[in-house]
């Protein structure tokens, strides 16, 4: 088992790369930020940009993997954010993990003044998405680099370099849908999952372990080993906050391992809102770790 931190983008930077930093000292193995331009009940508070975020964690952190959990294409094209990735995983000596969703809907799917997209039409756009960043950071190209699609288009493209990992960024897919799932057995090196929205407690476990069976049956359609796509779950997304204890935390980590998760994901103590905790649980937390791999 691998463990992931997430450290919403909301402390100012002088605060923050404290916490990136400790992430790394306390001996987890990836750390992640929301890729949002401002999100639900903390729509109104500070909210920071990810691609500096991730930068800026990247300078101060040297074996921590660092990660968008997720990116979406609700306010981003393919050839301006495959640049910031591969620029960011060349900064960080090729230890970015690229999250990717479909995007919700919303503040990010309205704000630039978007039309309201239909669940279809957000997976084709989303299929389409993932399809050139995969192109784009895969820098398989002699030269410029040209995709005519229906959502996006690209026109003789440049990319920055050689990849700082091969053949290019892993993609950690979020997907809970038949084609998303299709999408991760294709392009993914891991999938992600909060499990079904709406639901806690043993029918979210229920939920997350027909989801997995799915991910199986995928990877079979597609002629995969299921067993070589990583699988990251976040672990406070069944209506308990796993680092509200020591014994919660571990709890929900052996239900993950018990699934075939290789990952899981909590999210860094607030103060107050949601995943309020304290940070003297996080720290005992971490001494676990060890004998939780």
């Not at 003044?113 to 299929?127: K, N, V, W, Y």
């Not at 909060?194 to 079979?220: F, P």
């Not at 509200?244 to 239900?255: K, Q």
């Amino acid at each position: 088992m691998r463990f992931g931190i997430t450290i919403l983008p909301q402390q100012p930077w002088a605060q923050s790369k404290h916490q990136w930093a400790r992430a790394e000292e306390l001996g987890f193995d990836h750390a992640w930020t929301y890729d949002h331009l401002s999100w639900r009940s903390l729509a109104d508070e500070p909210w920071g940009a990810t691609i500096p975020t991730l930068t800026a964690a990247a300078t101060v952190t040297s074996r921590i993997r660092l990660g968008t959990f997720v990116s979406s294409p609700n306010f981003r094209h393919p050839v301006t954010f495959a640049k910031d990735v591969a620029t960011v995983d060349d900064i960080s000596g090729g230890r970015f993990l690229l999250g990717i969703g479909s995007g919700g809907t919303g503040f990010d799917a309205s704000v630039l003044g978007q039309p309201a997209l239909s669940p279809r039409e957000r997976h084709d756009r989303f299929a389409e998405f993932v399809e050139q960043l995969d192109g784009l950071l895969r820098f398989e190209h002699d030269g410029a680099i040209s995709f005519a699609g229906e959502w996006f288009t690209t026109h003789e493209a440049r990319m920055v370099g050689a990849p700082a990992q091969l053949p290019r960024v892993p993609f950690v897919i979020a997907a809970n849908g038949p084609k998303g799932l299709d999408l991760v057995a294709r392009f993914g090196q891991g999938w992600a999952s909060t499990g079904r929205d709406g639901v806690t407690g043993e029918e979210w476990w229920q939920s997350v372990a027909t989801l997995a069976g799915r991910l199986d049956d995928a990877a079979e359609r597609a002629g995969r080993d299921a067993a070589a796509i990583d699988r990251y779950l976040s672990i406070d997304s069944g209506g308990t906050f796993a680092l509200s204890s020591v014994g919660a935390f571990e709890d929900l980590v052996g239900g993950a391992a018990g699934l075939g998760f290789t990952d899981v994901i909590a999210h860094w103590p607030r103060h107050d809102g949601i995943y309020a905790g304290s940070e003297d649980v996080l720290e005992e937390v971490a001494t676990r770790l060890p004998a939780l791999r």
